[in-house]
């Protein structure tokens, strides 16, 4: 088995570079690294915006693979189970964005939320989605939009793994049977324990 841990997981004060997070994952024992992108701006290195070619370069410097790919600041902004037509249609276009980087850049998987619905935790300056539509809504409208990343993720040789998200497919059987009806080996799950306790027990997600 191997492990890989997340830029986000690394010091984010605005100190540290690329260069730093992927030395810090070497040192401590990881095989990989999660990238981050900041929708409209690129790959956050960790104190900024770094080139795709620099951020491959440094993995090989460090032995390090790029394990997966997911969106780092302000990630939760726009999501399938908005209410906004044209926030749903931006939620998809940056993971179309995350598939053709992973495409480039080698990446097997990558991360995408589920969706959600309370994201007053989040810090302010994330400008969170605050008005969703109804649950059997929001389902649908989530579901439609990984069937329809099916092909595009197919054609690039990309997983994308359906983060389970606090709120939204709330029981183990349902996150399953949602990630089922994508009806594609490239659609899978990425299970976040951490997301869990609040609504269950993780032994119930993993068994």
């Known amino acids: 088995m191997k492990k ?17 997070g992927f030395a810090w994952a070497k040192k401590a024992g990881f095989d990989g690294v999660e990238l981050l992108l900041v929708p409209d701006e690129g790959l956050w290195g ?21 394990a997966s790919i997911t969106l780092g600041p ?12 044209k926030s749903r249609q931006k939620a998809l276009d940056n993971i179309k964005e995350m598939i053709d980087i992973a ?40 579901l439609e939009g990984f069937r329809s990343l099916a092909p595009i993720a197919e054609a690039a040789n990309v997983i994308v793994a359906v983060e389970n998200i606090s709120g939204f497919l709330n029981s183990p059987l349902e996150y399953v049977e949602f990630v089922d009806k ?24 993993i068994y």
């Open 182 to 205: 994508c009806e594609s080996k490239f659609i899978q799950c990425f299970l976040d324990i951490g997301n869990i306790p609040s609504i269950g027990e993780p032994i119930d997600w």
């Open 103 to 142: 495409h480039e850049m080698k990446i097997r998987a990558l991360l995408a939320v589920d969706g959600g619905f309370d994201f007053s935790w989040a810090d302010p300056s994330w400008n969170a989605c605050t008005e969703f539509l109804m649950y059997q809504e929001a389902y649908d409208a989530a």
């Open 46 to 66: 960790i104190k900024s915006v770094t080139p795709r070619k620099d951020l491959m370069k440094m993995a090989e410097d460090n032995g390090l693979e790029l």
């Open 4 to 20: 890989a841990i997340s830029f986000w997981s690394l010091p984010m004060d605005g100190t540290a570079t690329a260069a730093d």
């Open 74 to 85: 302000k990630w939760c902004q726009h999501l399938l189970t908005s209410k906004s037509p």
